[in-house]
């Protein structure tokens, strides 16, 4: 009896592994909606100010409830397109050194029992959304990155890449696109979807570049081996020209940076978000270097750093 036991504690360590639960790799997925979240509230208080018999006025405390269910929600589904990844990408990790002792590759967990785990999870995810949105646009919300998340692993097969499309595509994507559902959190009662999407659009373009940006520094640690497999990536076609290629990301997440922060009137914002990211991406650029594929890695934790950072931003915003 005491032998299942611990079998089974260890299967529900591995399942938290399999979907990234013991690293940081899942918050990456929850920043965009939390910011959008945060700052369609700062801009809704802000227009209530002073019409406190307004019926949609709403309060600090009421944008912090539906940032955490954003979080939440977007920390699940991307723990469910994790396990995906693994079940699709099974032969692939087995053969790179960074991915073979994965749970799957290694054997740990069974493809079954990690079916079940990613469904629970994606089920889940959605119950979320239909609470924070009060059962308004869910599927609008779901069904996009939910295809996104289908389409990923298999983006890097060569049928793709005669197509022009990089995984990176659909990574960025789907990390991006919680800022519209952020927007929905606030805003999705009192205006059309089109409405939502217009303003969800700068965030969402900025968090799609900053996305390929810090993926394809991070993932170039893989560049040997996936020369080898024939893996179809936007950094593997970059080969030498790796650093240009970040060049061309970073100003593209800084431009849409600014669309958005003009949009907000914020010069905390532009002090705070705006100031610290060209600092920070100014740092990054000059310590990447192509020679040594790990360097990658660095950027990618420094970028998780800014992201928390800029929940924080956020968070003062509101409040000021």
């Known amino acids: 009896m005491a032998h299942t036991k611990r079998d089974l504690n260890q299967l529900a360590i591995d399942l938290l592994v399999l979907s990234r639960f013991n690293r940081y790799n899942p918050l990456l997925a929850t920043f965009a ?82 079916l079940l785990w990613m469904g629970a999870q994606y089920v889940a995810s959605w119950f979320l959304v239909s609470l924070m949105l009060d059962g308004e646009n869910v599927p609008a919300a779901m069904l996009p990155v939910t295809l996104s998340t289908i389409l990923y692993p298999f983006a890097k097969r060569a049928i793709f890449r005669r197509l022009h499309i990089y995984p990176q595509y659909l990574l960025g994507f789907t990390l991006a696109y919680p800022s519209l559902i952020g927007v929905l959190a606030i805003k999705g009662l009192d205006q059309p979807l089109a409405a939502s999407i217009s303003e969800s659009l700068p965030l969402g373009i900025m968090v799609f570049a900053w996305t390929l940006y810090l993926n394809t520094a991070y993932s170039y640690q893989d560049i040997e081996d996936d020369r080898k497999m ?17 060049v061309l990301l970073a100003g593209l997440a800084l431009g849409a940076l600014g669309w958005q922060l003009a949009g907000q009137g914020s010069e905390w914002l532009w002090g705070s978000w705006m100031g610290v990211w060209v600092w920070s991406f100014l740092g990054q650029l000059a310590r990447f270097d192509r020679k040594r594929p790990e360097s990658g890695g660095g950027l990618h934790r420094e970028n998780f750093l800014l992201g928390v950072w800029t929940v924080g931003v956020c968070a003062v915003e509101l409040v000021l």
């Open 33 to 114: 909606g939390v910011w959008a979240t945060i700052l369609a509230g700062s801009d809704k208080v802000a227009h209530s100010q002073g019409q406190a018999a307004d019926t949609d006025a709403i309060s600090p405390s009421y944008v912090l409830q539906q940032a955490l269910l954003c979080f939440t929600c977007s920390f699940v589904f991307c723990g469910a397109g994790m396990v995906w990844n693994d079940w699709i990408d099974l032969h692939i990790d087995r053969n790179v050194a960074r991915t073979k002792n994965r749970p799957l590759a290694r054997g740990a967990v069974t493809t079954s029992e990690a």
């Open 230 to 246: 024939g893996v179809n990536s936007a950094y593997v076609l970059a080969g030498s020209y790796i650093h240009y290629l970040l």
